[in-house]
């Protein structure tokens, strides 16, 4: 199967306001059909998780492409840190994709009434493991930046 995709996402700059941010947007779009959405079976939790989730890492709907990131490079300039949230709901992580600079924090919450064990990940830094107590619970978490 072939497929291609040409990908111009929306992106906002994150430039300090004295140099005067801008703004980029578009869509990314699949060509091609579809592929379809795959269940992977789970281990744990059934009773909240179910017995299977979809496998979300290629979404189309429409011929738009979902969760992309694009990366635009300004030379001098430097995303700032900024504060991230990610909660499991549905033992999914949402929102599916975000992008952070180095020095960002993410603040982990668990919409689940389960207690879920967060393991991240960033380049060669030591793995960071943060249990996130049932329904409402929650960590902070600040992975240094890839090396």
């Known amino acids: 199967m072939t497929q291609s995709f040409a990908a111009i996402a929306i992106v906002v700059l994150l430039a300090p306001r004295s140099v005067g941010a801008g703004e980029v947007t578009g869509t990314a779009r699949w060509t091609g059909p579809a592929p379809a959405l795959v269940q992977v079976e789970t ?27 694009i990366r635009i490079e300004v030379p001098g300039l430097k ?17 599916r ?3 952070a600079s180095p020095g960002s924090t993410l603040e ?4 689940d009434p389960v207690l879920h064990n967060v393991h991240g990940y960033a380049g060669a830094a030591p793995p960071s493991t943060c249990p996130c107590r049932r329904r409402g619970g929650g960590c902070r978490a600040c992975w240094p930046a890839p090396a």
């Open 97 to 99: 994709v975000q992008a």
């Open 79 to 95: 995303a700032p840190p900024r504060a991230l949230l990610l909660d499991q709901q549905g033992c999914r992580y949402l929102p």
């Open 43 to 69: 281990d744990r939790d059934r009773s909240v998780c179910g017995t299977s989730l979809a496998e979300e890492s290629v979404l189309v709907t429409r011929g738009g492409l979902a969760n992309v990131v």
């Open 108 to 111: 982990l919450r668990n919409g």
